[in-house]
Structures are given as structure tokens and as C-alpha cells.
């Protein structure tokens, strides 16, 4: 259920490395399937999982995954772009080694990525990129590393976004993370029961249907249309969605779909823009069918 950030530069290091990749198999419903984990983990050097599907919305179990990777001896590295933004995140608690996210998927300005990593580790690696800003000294003949988190950040820093991203999380933080999560429960539940009940068969919900383990991240298929048609009546209802393969290529291939239409709530939703949605499907519905 990885994004593409997740699975390509895996790949990368298979080409550079000889790395051998496993995946860990999906469940019917759209969850992580942990049955045969421990076996998937032995001799793994490194768990690399979504806390959170961009497609599914599947929130998976961060804190046991992180528990069987060091179990195995492996190092767990937490894809947190979808969580972070949706929920509270305590790295202690998960037990993470690392964890990733993106500001401009949390109210935040675009181009800017963030890595939070065990001080530890990120001691012992070497940087991954030379430039200014990052030594301590550098003389003709070498050089030595800046103090973290300095050893990571060479070059100019792009200082504008993160001074923006500091005032969005001082604006989700002032929310809480916590009313945050509640409030998209609320409007994930709200939302399913309206799409099922007023679309029945002619709707395929992705994902878990049990409300404490997904998030608000709605992709879904409609009658036989194609997303990318339903995608365009609902935009001229003045309702956003995105359409296409949400770079999750290998989880479309599973759910044998080209793409899907993908309705995400967020703080700023709420009831009316789930009634919204599902009158432009029945717009969609109306266009499309043959008189
Ligand atoms: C789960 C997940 N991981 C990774 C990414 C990639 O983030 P970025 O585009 O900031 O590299 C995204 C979104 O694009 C995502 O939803």
C-alpha cells in the first residue's frame, strides 16, 4: 500500500546495492497482513511502512511494526506524510528509528520535507550531501561534520517554507491533533454511511470500513465510470477530488483498477462537503447513464 516515495528509491538501491525487497500482503479490506511478519523480517535490515495509506486510509499498527523490526534486528523507518498531518505523533512512543513527512500536506508551503531520525543513527551515518552550512572545518585536505542536525542540511536552507511550516504547526497545534483526528472520524463516518446508503452496489469504498483504523481519505469507484470522467462532473460541481493512481501504482494493480477517485477531508470539511459529494455523484450518475 506504498506510495511511490516508499517503493522507488528501494528499487534504486536494489540496482546500486543488490538489496533483495520484500512486501508485506494485503488483506481484503485493506490492511496490513501481519500473519507471516516475523518470517517476512528474518535477516531484514530495514521495515519501511506508510503509517498511514494516501489511498486506503488504512492507519496501520506503527507501534507493533516498529516492535517487530527491532525484534528482527532491523532499523523501522515510518512513512508519516499521511499521519502526521491527521493525527498526534509521539517517534518515542511508536518506537521509530525514522519518520518522514511533507509540510505542504499539513497546511504548509510546498517543498519541503521533513526526517526525523534517532540521534544515534544519525550520528553514526555519514552526510548525504556536501556543501556549505553542514562542517565543522574543512581544510585542503578534508573536512569535518557540523553538529546534527547542521550535518544533514547542506547549502542554503529553504528558509521561507520553513518559517511557513513552523506557523502551520503552530496552527494545527493550537487545534490539536487530537480535535483533528476526532473531527475526520466523525466526518469519515458520517461520509461511508452517506456514499453507502445513497449509492449502495453502484459504490466501491477501498480500504477498511472500521472507522479506527482508516482516516478520512475516501478512494472509491462508481458504477462503471471512469474516474477520470466522475473526477470532471464532480469539478464542475465545485467538489475537488483527485483522480488517477495517487503514485500507488502496485496497490492498483491489486484492487485490478487503473485508478480511482479519491475524496480527502481534512479540518476544513465537513458535513455539507460530504452532501456536496455525493450530489455531484448523482450528477455524475445522471450524465453518464444512457437515456
Ligand atoms: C504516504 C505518502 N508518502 C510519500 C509521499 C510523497 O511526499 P512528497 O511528494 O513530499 O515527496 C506522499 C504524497 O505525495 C504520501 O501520501
Redesign the pocket.
Known amino acids: 500500500m506504498e ?1 511511490h ?2 517503493i522507488v528509491p528501494w528499487h534504486m538501491l536494489v540496482a546500486e546495492r543488490g538489496i533483495v525487497l520484500r512486501y508485506i500482503p494485503i488483506t481484503p479490506d485493506g490492511q496490513l497482513d501481519l500473519s507471516n511478519l516475523d518470517a517476512l523480517l528474518t535477516d531484514a535490515k530495514v521495515l519501511s511502512f ?1 503509517s498511514m495509506s ?1 489511498v486506503l486510509g488504512t492507519i496501520n499498527p506503527s507501534k507493533f511494526l516498529c516492535a517487530a523490526a527491532h525484534r528482527a534486528g532491523a532499523i523501522a523507518i515510518v ?1 508519516g ?2 499521519s502526521v498531518p491527521h493525527m498526534a505523533t509521539d517517534v518515542q512512543d511508536m518506537g521509530a528509528d525514522f519518520l518522514v513527512f ?1 509540510s ?2 499539513m497546511c504548509g508551503p510546498s517543498g519541503l ?1 521533513l526526517l526525523w531520525g534517532r540521534q544515534q543513527l544519525l550520528d553514526a551515518m555519514p552526510p548525504f550531501m556536501g556543501g556549505g552550512n553542514m562542517i565543522a572545518d574543512v581544510r585542503l585536505d578534508g573536512f569535518t561534520c557540523a553538529e546534527l542536525p547542521a550535518k544533514y542540511e547542506a547549502g542554503t536552507p529553504p528558509i521561507t517554507e520553513a518559517i511557513g511550516l513552523g506557523a502551520a504547526v503552530a496552527y494545527l497545534s493550537k487545534i490539536g491533533m487530537n480535535n483533528i483526528r476526532a473531527h475526520e472520524i466523525d466526518l469519515a463516518t458520517y461520509t461511508m454511511n452517506q456514499l453507502t446508503q445513497r449509492f449502495g452496489q453502484d459504490i466501491v469504498i477501498h480500504g477498511p470500513t472500521n472507522i479506527e483504523v482508516r482516516g478520512a481519505t475516501h478512494s472509491f469507484a462508481f458504477k462503471d465510470l471512469h474516474p477520470h470522467d466522475v473526477s470532471q462532473v464532480l469539478d464542475q460541481n465545485n467538489v475537488c477530488v483527485r483522480a488517477g493512481h495517487h ?1 500507488a501504482k502496485p496497490l492498483m494493480r491489486l484492487l485490478g483498477a487503473n485508478a480511482t477517485v479519491r475524496a480527502s477531508f481534512y479540518l476544513y470539511n465537513n458535513h455539507q462537503d460530504a452532501d456536496a459529494l455525493c450530489d455531484a455523484l448523482e450528477q455524475a450518475s445522471e450524465f453518464f447513464s444512457p437515456s
Do not use: V
Open positions: 506510495h516515495a516508499n506508510t494516501n512513512d506524510c499521511q511533507s505542504h500536506k520535507g503514485c
